[in-house]
């Protein structure tokens, strides 16, 4: 986090790792603009990776003899896929080989001035002291060569943007947006982990509208007027001014993004939608040549109703993708070392006698202790909580990391902060209110170390005041194709009970905010990336339900429900089938008695009141 009074772009230039991407393809007049842009900015990217696109002018010349202060990656693709697919190559390259933190990316037109990533960087940096709450891009003010704001890179403040969100982005000098060009937008990385690619397909023109409005359906994203870049287009103006035979790409591409995609709300579709239609009409009444621009238009038509294709067959004998095989990348280069850090976040409203039991529980009291323990205070903690910390900082046998949050943030964002600072690939979660039994992490430990699973969580005893009281038993399925085919009906995994390797988590984007559901969709990315899930059938941590079964029902809990399934649905995992079952179900499960309630959630998980513990576990 920076420190108060830091410099932003200091802490940048210290911290996170910034790479860029150019996609360049036959532009050799302008590609060295670019680069020069780059190395005179007062921030420099650590990397700079440059697609180039199969130029024929001189350009794959000119790159093998490039000679500069600048740190670059060339990747001479052996034919043109488009700025999409060049895009595509270029952020899974920045991810996966360069382990970006933000990536910034450019077409080979654009010119960055000396302020473009330092303004940029600034803006995300000072939105919010935590990552999680930080903008998923920033875009800069784009401008033409005579400095007027280009029309065709200038972004629309978001409708309904809300006070909250206008708020926050004027306190960095910025405004709420919801769609960007990659004319200089500066992209967090966390946030493109957690989605697909660009799609190739798409070859030129609205690749970058699908993206970012991905990217930004469920987070912020911001435009400031203090970073500048300048686009030297041929002419100026929108992409409705004579734009040739590319008028057939923004006819089929749009329609992908509006009848195919996922990235726009039925609102925004509406709004949208009516918007590129007047362009559209404007196109065709003010060109001379209506019989060749209706070819286009009819064409676009035609081919967007063929759907377009994955990213593999795209690039298909161009380029070999790694962010898609992610799973196996990391299964490959993990450690086998056994040596985990315990994750812990605590909150004003936990009580503190909870909190000690449950400290101990998981340190002292386990017969494999963790090697370090990292606990987020998310925000200021009662005096009585703090003291419990403090002395067991002071008494524990294993290292311990105290993070201060400045005010509650919530459960995904102090889990990211927290997991950024675990020392450790593997990581033990647990509650500030919950108990794990004594050999929890014998069990648990080494079944991620010997690499049988990438998550791998457990049975629990539920209990009211007295967790020697097993009230009932929630159990789990166990096989990871019974986990895995689960996830589209409910969350299988029992979040107080994981244990997970954290290059796993980060390799998808880490715990993002999903209000009571951090975890949930967390797994569904996982799973999705092909990292395999387990769960141990005996009971290994106590937790408590004191007014757990209250709180599961009504609007507040439905609620919670809708924004989770509508994330699922968003994110390619359920089909609409499955998102209307899931609504019906949940809707009739929260506005039931509590009483009944009580007995569905108990048979959906198996509950039964029995204690499932070995001889000793509490002495």
Partial sequence: MVSPGEPAAAHAARSERIVAVVVTYNRLDLLPQTLAGIACGQLVPHTVVIINNAS???????LDSLSNELNTDIVHLPKNVGGAGGFAVGIDRALARHQADLVWVMDDDTEPTANTLSEAYRAWADYSPV????????????????GRDHPMNTMRT???????RTQKAAAVG???????????????????????????????????????????????????EKSVALHHTKTFG???????????????????VFCARRTLSPLEK???????????????????????????????????ARGYRSNDQVLADVYDLETVNSSQRQRSHRS????????????????????????????????????????????????????????????????????????????????????????????????????SLSHRFDVQIPLIANCTYDVVGSAMNEFLTDPEVVESVRSAPSHPRTISSTFATRNP????????????????????????AEDYWLWVRMNKAGFIFGNVQEPLVAYRVTEAYARRGGLVAFSKDYEVQRRLYNGGALSKLQWARNITVRSVYRFVPEYVRKKIFRAVTRGKTAVVQREGDRG
Avoid at 56 to 62: A, V
Avoid at 133 to 140: G, L, N, Q, Y
Avoid at 241 to 247: E, I, S, T
Avoid at 280 to 295: C, V
Wanted: net charge negative.
């Fill in 56 to 62: 024929t002018d001189g350009t794959s010349d000119y």
């Fill in 270 to 304: 509406l709004l949208y939608g009516g918007s590129t239609a007047r362009l559209w009409a404007s196109t065709l009444l003010r060109t001379s040549d209506k019989k060749t621009y209706t070819g286009y238009f009819l064409k676009g038509v035609r081919d967007a």
């Fill in 238 to 256: 929108t992409t409705d001014a004579n734009p040739g035979p590319r008028f057939y790409n923004d006819v089929r591409n749009k329609l992908w």
């Fill in 158 to 164: 978001m409708f309904a943007a809300g006070e909250e």
């Fill in 336 to 435: 086998d070392s056994a040596a985990f850090s315990l994750l812990m976040s605590v909150y004003a409203k936990d009580k503190a006698h909870q909190l000690k039991d449950a400290l101990r529980s998981n340190t002292e009291a386990q017969s494999l202790r963790p090697d370090e323990v990292v606990l987020v205070e998310d925000g200021p903690l009662s005096a009585e909580l703090s003291a419990v910390l403090d002395e067991f900082e002071a008494s524990a046998s294993m290292p311990v990391k105290r993070l201060a949050l400045p005010q509650n943030f919530g459960l995904a964002a102090a889990l990211r902060e927290g997991l950024d600072a675990c020392a450790h690939d593997i990581v033990a979660r647990a509650d500030a209110d919950d108990i």
């Fill in 493 to 516: 995994m029992l979040h107080p009970t994981v244990v997970f390797r954290k290059s796993a988590v980060l390799a998808v984007g880490s715990y993002t905010e999903v209000p009571g």
């Fill in 131 to 146: 990552r999680s709450e930080r903008p998923v891009f920033v875009a800069s003010k784009v401008v033409w060569d005579d």
């Fill in 174 to 224: 910025a405004r709420p947006i919801r769609s960007a060009s990659f004319v200089s937008v500066l992209l967090d990385a966390a946030a493109m982990r957690a989605t697909e690619l660009p799609l190739a397909d798409f070859f030129i023109w609205n690749d970058d509208f699908e993206y970012t409005t991905r990217l930004a359906h469920h987070g912020n994203a911001i435009a400031t």
